[in-house]
C-alpha cells in the first residue's frame, strides 16, 4: 500500500532531521509508532487478488496486519517565531483519517490567520492494475506517480472559519486499458471549507463541505466530487479524541464503456481517532489508536467496497 510507504519514510526522515544542527529550542515535533489492521474487498486494489473472473461483483477481501511509523517535526522562524517550516503528517489531518506526507511553510497573521503553503511529492510510486478490468488471468500491477500543492487559511481573522485548497497531478506509468475513455491520467482541483464551533473550552464541532473536480484524460473517468464531514473532538484531561463522518458523491462526466452505463458513488465514511497521554513514569509519551470503515456504494456493483482500519500505538513528543 503506498500510504505504508510514506507513513515508513515520514518516520526515518523525522528522526534524521531532528538530530541535525538547528537551534534546539526552536524545534519541536513527534515520532508515533503504530501496528494494526487494515481490510479492503476493492476491485481496484493491488491488495486484492490479481485474478478476477468477472466483472459484475465486489472483490475478495485482503486482510493485512501493518506498521505506521508517523510524525511531524517543524522549526520556528523569525524574532517572535510567527513563522515556521514542517514536514510529516499534521495531527489535524491524522485525526480525520487524512494520511499525507507535506513539506510546508506557515505563517501566522497578526489578525489571527494562519497561512499554510505546501508540497505533497511522490516519495515512493503507489500502485494500481494497469487493467483492473482484465478476466481470466492475473492482472499486472503498474506505479501511479501523484504530486499535490496545497494552500490553507485557517482560523480567517479569528472567525473560525477556514479554506484549503489543493492541486493534483497524477500518472499512470503503463496504462493498458483499452477504452480510452477510461484512461485515468488527470489533473485534480480541490477547495474545502470548514467552521470550528466551541461547545466548551474543551469541546467543539468542525462543519466542512467540499468540492473536487477531477479532470482525467478519459471522459468516463472524470468526475465532480461533493462532500460534507462533521468533526466532534473532546480534550479531557489525559484523553483526547476526535470522531468524524463524511459523505460524498461523486459523478462521472461520461457512459463507463466496459458496463455501459453512467457511473455514480456514495461513500461513506467514520474515523475516530484517541490519544491518552497520562502514563505514569512517562513523560511526553502517550498512547494512541485510530480506527476507521469506509463503504462505498456505487450503482456500478464493480466499483463497491469496503475498507476498515484499527490501530494502537505510541506517540512521543519532543
Known amino acids: 500500500m503506498r500510504i505504508n510507504k510514506i507513513l515508513a519514510f515520514t518516520a526515518l526522515t523525522t528522526v534524521s532531521i531532528s538530530t541535525s544542527a538547528f537551534e534546539a529550542n526552536r524545534l519541536s515535533g513527534e515520532i508515533m509508532f503504530a501496528t494494526g489492521y487494515v481490510s479492503t474487498n476493492s476491485n481496484l486494489s493491488v491488495n486484492t487478488d490479481s485474478k478476477i473472473d468477472a466483472l459484475n461483483s465486489k472483490g475478495s477481501h485482503s486482510n493485512d496486519f501493518v506498521v505506521m511509523p508517523l510524525g511531524q517535526i517543524q522549526y520556528d522562524l523569525g524574532k517572535t ?30 489578525n489571527g490567520t494562519q497561512i499554510d503553503f505546501a508540497f ?33 487559511l485557517t482560523n480567517l481573522m479569528n472567525s473560525g472559519f477556514s479554506v484549503d485548497m489543493a492541486y493534483a497531478s497524477m500518472e499512470i506509468d503503463n496504462e493498458r486499458i483499452e477504452y480510452s475513455s477510461l484512461h485515468r491520467d488527470a489533473d485534480t482541483y480541490y477547495i474545502k471549507g470548514s467552521y470550528l464551533s466551541m461547545f466548551s473550552a474543551q469541546s467543539g464541532l468542525i462543519s466542512a463541505v467540499s468540492y473536487q473536480h477531477h479532470d482525467a484524460e478519459g471522459k468516463a473517468a472524470t468526475y465532480n466530487q461533493y462532500q460534507t464531514q462533521l468533526t466532534y473532538f473532546l480534550n479531557d484531561n489525559a484523553h483526547a479524541l476526535a470522531l468524524t463522518g463524511s459523505y460524498h458523491y461523486r459523478d462521472y462526466s461520461a457512459s463507463n464503456p466496459v458496463f455501459n452505463k453512467d457511473r455514480r458513488d456514495n461513500r461513506y465514511k467514520l474515523f475516530l ?6 502514563i505514569q513514569g512517562w513523560d511526553n509519551w502517550s498512547v494512541v489508536s485510530f480506527s476507521g470503515v469506509t463503504v462505498n456504494r456505487s450503482n456500478i456493483d464493480f466499483y463497491q467496497h469496503e475498507d476498515y482500519l484499527v490501530t494502537v500505538g505510541m506517540n512521543y513528543k519532543f
Open 273 to 278: 481517532s484517541y490519544e491518552y497521554s497520562d
Open 81 to 110: 517565531r510567527n513563522q515556521r517550516i514542517y514536514l510529516g503528517t499534521s495531527r489535524d489531518d491524522l485525526s480525520v483519517g487524512d494520511l499525507a506526507f507535506e513539506l510546508g511553510y506557515q505563517y501566522d497573521l497578526a
Open 120 to 152: 505533497i511529492p511522490t516519495l515512493l510510486p503507489s500502485e494500481g492494475w494497469a487493467n483492473p478490468y482484465q478476466t481470466g488471468s492475473n492482472r499486472e500491477k503498474e506505479d501511479i506517480e501523484s504530486h499535490v500543492f496545497r494552500t490553507k
